[in-house]
């Protein structure tokens, strides 16, 4: 009983401010996404990542393992994503990419900071940071057919992480003024991204849900695995892994189905990807928390 009010503690925080903006736009309110995205993903998300990692009490060499395991943990999803869609005859345009990366900012910052404290928040910044690199680049030549090394670099997010990493690594802080602006404007983050989620799985249209669904289901026993495969590879603690799996293993995220509609994808099938994910996370995700607390 108590392991399970837990998991709800930490979910429900979540679903909740989602399912805020999916009723907003129901109730026909106005949300600029892009807007808000573009305000989220180039100042809150950075100054909550900088800070994040600039305070965490997680030593260097426990960050770099969970880098590397990262690394890994994608690379095995990679495989398995690649030999599930070859299987099933599907298009490696259309579905790869969507499988492999998640939703680790939207869901995969709040979930390990309501899960594992300010540590786990610091741990889960480096795994979206592995994300964004890899999604950036192999991702979007999956979808497009040619990466964007010059994009990553120029990435607010990434160069918030090496920021923050060098300050850790150097054991800096910034004036108290500065860093609590900082804070004060990270603090917009997980609420702006987890609302704005709601809003655009709401806006979405799809059909046919029957493969999307069980494409889903894949998609989480491929995530778990890996993950769990990395974390016992690289020795990582209790903490590192239940954040490493917890990242991994977030739903299909929405722009997935915005770079397929970028880059001349079929894009209803990734949209039913997202929606049906999203929906499976809401019993997957706090089944994975009830795993790893």
């Given at each position: 009983?108590?392991?399970?009010?837990t998991?709800?503690?930490?979910?429900?925080?979540?679903?909740?401010?989602?399912?805020?903006?999916?009723?907003?736009?129901?109730l026909?309110?106005?949300?600029?996404?892009?807007?808000?995205?573009?305000?989220?993903?180039?100042?809150a998300?950075?100054?909550?990542?900088?800070?994040?990692?600039?305070?965490?009490?997680?030593?260097?060499?426990?960050?770099?393992?969970?880098?590397?395991?990262?690394?890994?943990?994608?690379?095995?999803?990679m495989v398995?994503?690649?030999?599930?869609?070859?299987?099933?005859?599907?298009?490696?345009?259309?579905?790869?990419?969507?499988?492999?990366?998640?939703?680790?900012?939207?869901?995969?910052?709040p979930?390990?900071?309501?899960?594992?404290g300010?540590?786990?928040?610091?741990y889960?910044?480096?795994?979206?940071?592995?994300?964004?690199?890899?999604?950036f680049?192999?991702?979007?030549?999956?979808?497009?057919?040619?990466?964007?090394?010059?994009?990553?670099?120029?990435?607010?997010?990434?160069?918030?992480?090496?920021?923050?990493?060098?300050?850790?690594?150097?054991?800096w802080?910034?004036?108290?003024?500065?860093?609590?602006?900082?804070?004060?404007?990270?603090?917009?983050?997980?609420?702006?991204?987890?609302?704005?989620?709601?809003?655009?799985?709401?806006?979405?249209?799809?059909?046919?849900?029957?493969?999307?669904?069980?494409?889903?289901?894949?998609?989480?026993?491929?995530?778990?695995?890996?993950?769990?495969?990395?974390?016992?590879?690289?020795?990582?603690d209790?903490?590192?892994?239940?954040?490493?799996?917890?990242?991994v293993?977030?739903?299909?995220?929405?722009?997935?189905?915005?770079?397929?509609?970028?880059?001349?994808?079929?894009?209803?099938?990734?949209?039913?990807?997202?929606?049906?994910?999203?929906l499976?996370?809401v019993?997957?995700?706090?089944l994975i928390?009830?795993?790893?607390?």
């Open positions: 009983m108590n392991l399970a009010l998991v709800l503690n930490i979910t429900a925080p979540v679903f909740i401010l989602a399912a805020v903006g999916f009723a907003w736009v129901k026909g309110f106005e949300y600029r996404v892009e807007f808000v995205t573009r305000m989220a993903m180039t100042l998300v950075p100054c909550l990542i900088f800070v994040a990692l600039m305070k965490t009490e997680i030593a260097p060499e426990a960050l770099a393992a969970l880098s590397m395991a990262s690394f890994v943990a994608y690379g095995l999803v398995a994503c690649f030999i599930l869609v070859k299987l099933a005859k599907l298009n490696t345009r259309t579905y790869l990419a969507p499988l492999i990366f998640g939703n680790t900012g939207n869901l995969g910052l979930l390990a900071l309501f899960a594992f300010e540590v786990g928040l610091g889960a910044v480096v795994v979206f940071a592995v994300m964004a690199i890899l999604s680049t192999i991702g979007i030549w999956m979808v497009a057919g040619a990466g964007s090394f010059k994009r990553v670099v120029q990435e607010p997010l990434v160069g918030a992480t090496l920021l923050g990493a060098l300050f850790l690594w150097q054991g802080e910034t004036p108290a003024f500065l860093t609590n602006a900082i804070e004060l404007i990270g603090q917009m983050a997980i609420p702006m991204m987890l609302i704005t989620l709601g809003v655009a799985v709401a806006r979405l249209e799809t059909k046919a849900l029957t493969l999307a669904g069980l494409l889903s289901v894949a998609k989480v026993a491929i995530c778990v695995s890996a993950a769990a495969a990395a974390a016992m590879w690289f020795g990582l209790p903490i590192a892994t239940g954040v490493l799996i917890v990242q293993a977030t739903p299909v995220a929405v722009t997935s189905y915005l770079l397929a509609e970028k880059y001349g994808a079929d894009a209803q099938p990734v949209a039913g990807l997202v929606v049906a994910s999203t499976l996370s019993l997957a995700l706090p928390l009830a795993f790893v607390i």
